[in-house]
């Protein structure tokens, strides 16, 4: 028997609700963090998550970057990933699993570090031609 349409969208909607709540709590966010990252409401955020309300597709663009997972992830139609970034220098392998216990403020500032470090990389080859 064939679940018509609505039906369908009810239960996706309703995994969607799930693996948004899921990969909150991986990164380690409260819905009230995820709402100021997002620029939306504590209210707001919270009526998605009891799946009240759904986000418009920009939205839900800006939650997977945030949370670091694809759409595709992110509505369920693969699974996630749970490879890290192959790192050649051993510390800095050690250092990519710590880095996600950062605050907020801690990640931004280390963005911004990495960032120039790799800018003035850039620039000296581009000065060594």
């Known amino acids: ?3 018509d349409r609505h039906t369908q969208f009810e239960l996706a909607m309703e995994d969607f609700v799930q693996r948004l709540k899921d990969f909150r709590a991986a990164r380690g966010l409260s819905q009230t ?30 939650i997977a970057d945030i949370l670091r997972v694809s759409l595709d992830e ?3 139609r693969t699974s996630p990933s ?10 800095l392998h050690l250092l990519y699993s710590e880095i996600d216990k950062l ?15 790799v800018k003035r990389s850039q620039i000296d080859r581009v000065l060594a031609k």
Not at 82 to 91: F, G, I, V, Y
Not at 103 to 117: F, M, N, R
């Open 1 to 3: 028997m064939s679940l």
């Open 33 to 62: 963090r995820l709402a100021q990252l997002l620029d939306v409401s504590p209210r707001v955020y919270n009526r998605w998550e009891r799946g009240l309300a759904t986000p418009r597709l920009d939205t839900v663009v800006k």
């Open 74 to 76: 992110l509505a369920g």
């Open 82 to 91: 749970t490879t890290a970034p192959h790192l050649h220098n051993p510390k």
């Open 103 to 117: 605050s907020d403020e801690d990640q931004q500032a280390l963005a911004i570090l990495l960032d120039s470090l």
